[in-house]
């Protein structure tokens, strides 16, 4: 009998220790599946990681193009409390059709590795939003030759966040980015919507462009849904339109985030 009550005894404790532990764990907040950067680092020494799926498509009167990234990985790590290192990689693939002939070409590769940072800067307080900084950099040399960019480039925004409600929140980038096909910058801007239907599912409404130093701007907007199947799982799908003639015709993408505790 004493037995028995040493288990039930092992059996509870071990169970109040694992609610408690994933009270404590702290709330993932990923950087996918929207165009939007969050404002919150990840914790202090642990790595998180994102990634998924897309395919694009874009027709015009004379090409048909589909284009993949099998797997488009970001890994996050917290190196301080308010500071977090970033490396992205990407596989990619494209099929570009010609209408009305026989051609069609197809290429897959390695996309520039992409090096980068987020450092918080300001906590929200009342109408102040969060604050944080984001730079990055891609690595020409890592990538297939079909992929590598003719210039040098680079990304920086500041991102900003705005708790509505309980259920509710703001988040929107701004920033310059070089692409790589030109040496003049474009202007990134985004503004995304998050809503949280219960705890564990959410979704987001979002509106991004690429105003560019040269050429047409580019307007597109989407929407997703994630589910937060553990504490530091979440799985996310995600579409979206292009919405003026510069811009693809639309996208879908699906992913899943992990965050390794430390």
Known sequence: MRIKFILIYIIITGLTALVKSQDTVPALITDRPDQTESSTVVPLKSLQIETGFVMEKDETNLVRQ???????????????????????????GEKIEIKNTDTLNTLSGL????TGFKVKIANEDGWKPEIAFLGG?????????????EYPAADIR?????????????????GAEWDGNTAVPGYFYSLALGIG?????GMYIESYGLVPGEGDAEYLADAGITW????????????????????IDNFISFGLSYRIPN
């Open 158 to 174: 500041f991102s900003f966040a705005h708790t509505l409600t309980d259920r509710l929140s703001l988040g929107y980038n701004l």
């Open 228 to 247: 937060l199947t553990m504490p530091n799982f979440q799985l996310d799908i995600s579409g979206g339109l292009g919405i003026n003639e510069k811009t």
């Open 197 to 201: 239907i219960t705890d564990k599912l």
């Open 137 to 149: 950099l891609v690595l020409p040399f890592t990538a297939n030759e079909d992929f590598k960019p």
């Open 111 to 114: 996309s520039p590795m992409y």
């Open 66 to 92: 589909q284009s993949f990234a099998y797997n488009t990985t970001l890994l996050r790590y917290g190196l301080l409390e308010n500071f977090e290192l970033r490396l992205g990689l990407e596989y990619l």
